[in-house]
T-cell receptor
Framework: GQQLNQSPQSMFIQEGEDVSMNCTSSSIFNTWLWYKQDPGEGPVLLIALYKAGELTSNGRLTAQFGTTRKDSFLNISASIPSDVGIYFCAGQLRMDSNYQLIWGAGTKLIIKP | DTEVTQTPKHLVMGMTNKKSLKCEQHMGHRAMYWYKQKAKKPPELMFVYSYEKLSINESVPSRFSPECPNSSLLNLHLHALQPEDSALYLC?????????????FGPGTRLTVL
C-alpha cells in the first residue's frame, strides 16, 4: 500500500529550540496536511498545503509542500512545553474514484526537563 | 462552528454487547469518516460517507456497521466485538471528499472490549 516516510520518529529537545520534521513519498500528492495529536485526543489540523512549492505559516509553525509534490516539511520555532505531542503528516491522493489520506507514522516531540 | 463532536468519550463493552458511537458536525460538510487508531500509530481509515452514501469500506469486519442518518450525523454500530477491537475511534468530516479537502477530527471515543 501507499506509505509516507516520516522522520524523525521522535525528538528530544530543549525548550526554546527550533524543530524540524519531514515526510517523503514515492507518490505525488494533491494536498499535504500536518496534524498534532495530544494523548487521548483527536488530531488537530495545523497547516494545509495545496500547491507545489507552497510555504505556509501558522504562528511559530511553518510548512512547505515540496516542488516535486512528493515531500513536505514542518518547522516549529522556539519550542514551548505545549508543543509536546505527536505530529502526523498526511498526503491526499486519488485512489479509484475517491480521495484518501495517507499518513506518516508520526513524530513524537518530547521536551527535556 | 468548526467542531466535530463524538459521544461517548469512553466506552467499555463485553463481547456480546451491542453499542453505538455517535458523531456530529455542523460545518455543512458532506463527507464524514470513521477511523480506528491504535496506540502510537496513525489513524486507519474504516469508512467514508460522501453525500450520505457509503463510498469507502476498507474491508472492515461486519461487526462494525456504519450509518449516516443525515448530513450532520454519523453513527458506528458495534456488535460482537473482539478484545483486539479496543482502540480510539475517530470521526472526521470534510467539505466534500474532494481533492483539496481538509479533514477535521473529533476528540474520539476510547473503546475497551473485555
Amino acid at each position: 500500500g501507499q506509505q509516507l516516510n516520516q522522520s524523525p520518529q521522535s525528538m528530544f529537545i530543549q525548550e526554546g529550540e527550533d524543530v524540524s520534521m519531514n515526510c517523503t513519498s514515492s507518490s505525488i500528492f494533491n494536498t499535504w496536511l500536518w496534524y498534532k495529536q495530544d494523548p487521548g485526543e483527536g488530531p488537530v489540523l495545523l497547516i494545509a498545503l495545496y500547491k507545489a512549492g507552497e510555504l505556509t505559516s501558522n504562528g511559530r509553525l511553518t510548512a512547505q509542500f515540496g516542488t516535486t509534490r512528493k515531500d513536505s516539511f514542518l518547522n516549529i520555532s522556539a519550542s514551548i512545553p505545549s508543543d509536546v505531542g505527536i505530529y502526523f503528516c498526511a498526503g491526499q491522493l486519488r485512489m479509484d474514484s475517491n480521495y484518501q489520506l495517507i499518513w506518516g507514522a508520526g513524530t513524537k516531540l518530547i521536551i527535556k526537563p | 462552528d468548526t467542531e466535530v463532536t463524538q459521544t461517548p468519550k469512553h466506552l467499555v463493552m463485553g463481547m456480546t454487547n451491542k453499542k453505538s458511537l455517535k458523531c456530529e458536525q455542523h460545518m455543512g460538510h458532506r463527507a464524514m469518516y470513521w477511523y480506528k487508531q491504535k496506540a502510537k500509530k496513525p489513524p486507519e481509515l474504516m469508512f467514508v460517507y460522501s453525500y450520505e452514501k457509503l463510498s469507502i469500506n476498507e474491508s472492515v469486519p461486519s461487526r462494525f456497521s456504519p450509518e449516516c442518518p443525515n448530513s450532520s450525523l454519523l453513527n458506528l454500530h458495534l456488535h460482537a466485538l473482539q478484545p483486539e477491537d479496543s482502540a480510539l475511534y475517530l470521526c472526521a468530516s470534510s467539505q466534500s471528499g474532494g481533492p483539496v479537502d481538509e479533514q477535521f477530527f473529533g476528540p474520539g471515543t476510547r473503546l475497551t472490549v473485555l
